[in-house]
């Protein structure tokens, strides 16, 4: 159980286009979806908080309007790059909260995206 | 602001060699700690919640211990498919997980 899945898994793209990465809890509901991106042998940097129905909250230093969340069901969160530069490549992974295990995440398999 | 810090940074083992992974934090109100397990390229794998000093929680060659300060992953007898970086994680007030550095270990058979 608690199995949450990223598509796509990797990602190529243009500066300048935008792209998007879906979320999914597969086999339970999610009150709480995280965005999280990690650099190379860093740890894991949480860039926002998205709750079913409502406006993401966004962490210090991260665009809003670069990064787009939208959590559209208990069960599926998106994340668009807008106009994507070099600087956005890195590798960035999602992480759902179950309405019965309040503190417990479970994350996904994560997305590298690159842009050229 | 919550901080957590793990130790060490990287750990080599010969395969049946157990050792210890410390992670030491400080939180205001903690409502769980947490272990996870990352293979490269991949997103983190939940281990454990721990959530009150002197619970412990196991599963195959893995334990995990926690205090008022500071929480264990003991490895006993480690293969080389527990090679892998380790993540802690806590949580407090508004449920966002606040991860240390991570502690990559190597098994060598």
């Known amino acids: 159980g608690a199995v949450v899945s990223q598509h796509p898994s990797w990602v190529i793209c243009k500066s300048g286009t935008s792209v998007k990465i879906e979320c999914r809890s597969l086999d339970f509901q999610a009150t709480t979806m995280f965005w999280y991106r990690q650099f190379p042998k860093q740890s894991l940097m949480l860039m926002a908080t998205?709750?079913?129905?409502?406006?993401?909250?966004?962490e210090q230093g991260v665009e809003k309007d670069k990064f787009l969340i939208n959590h559209a069901s208990l069960t599926l969160s998106t994340l668009t790059v807008t106009s994507a530069h070099p600087e956005d490549s890195s590798f960035y992974i999602c992480?759902?909260?179950?309405?019965?295990?309040?503190?417990?995440?479970?994350f996904g398999p994560g997305t590298r995206l690159t842009v050229t | 602001e919550d901080q957590v810090t793990q130790s060490p940074e990287a750990l080599r083992l010969q395969e049946g060699e157990s050792s210890s992974l410390n992670c030491s934090y400080t939180?205001?109100?903690?409502?769980?700690l947490f272990w996870y397990r990352q293979d490269p390229g991949k997103g983190p794998e939940f281990l454990f919640t721990l959530y009150s000093a002197g619970e412990e929680k196991e599963k195959e060659r893995l334990k995990a211990t926690l205090t008022k300060k500071e929480s264990f992953l003991h490895i006993t007898a480690p293969k080389p498919e527990d090679s892998a970086t380790y993540l802690c994680a806590v949580s407090s007030n508004d449920y966002k997980l606040s991860f240390g550095a991570g502690t990559t270990v190597t098994v060598r058979a």
């Open positions: 992480s759902a909260r179950a309405l019965v295990k309040r503190y417990e995440q479970y």
């Open positions: 998205s709750n079913e129905g409502s406006k993401a909250t966004y």
């Open positions: 939180v205001s109100g903690l409502r769980g």
